[in-house]
């Protein structure tokens, strides 16, 4: 037999196994989360603005929420802008340097 029959034949099983175990699996027994109200009308909100599946996007909606109502963005804001009005300060200052100089 050749080299080429057999590689065929390899590819032909591969598939047919394929096939056969694609056809044969379950859903996991977890999914679906069940949904509220707040939760479905989020979807419907941001389902057309962001590529992504729906568990994905109520994760990232539910974490946007913590960070929201626990003020912890709030203490991370700030220090980002203290953090980039020290920076922009310093390179003013060293502008000014630069022209005076």
Same mark, same amino acid.
């Given at each position: ?10 590819? +032909?099983? +591969? ?17 679906? %989360? ?61 502008? %000014? ?5």
């Amino acid at each position: 037999m050749s080299a080429r029959k057999q590689s065929v034949r390899l590819a +032909a099983a +591969a598939a047919a196994a394929g096939a056969l175990l694609g056809a044969t699996a379950t859903t996991a027994s977890a999914w679906p %989360i069940p949904l509220t109200w707040e939760d479905d009308n989020y979807l419907g909100a941001v389902r057309g603005a962001w590529p992504a599946d729906d568990d994905t996007l109520l994760m990232a909606g539910r974490g946007a929420c913590h960070l929201l109502y626990t003020g912890s963005a709030w203490w991370f804001d700030m220090g980002m802008l203290a953090l980039l009005s020290v920076g922009y300060l310093s390179f003013v200052r060293f502008k %000014i340097r630069l022209k005076a100089g």
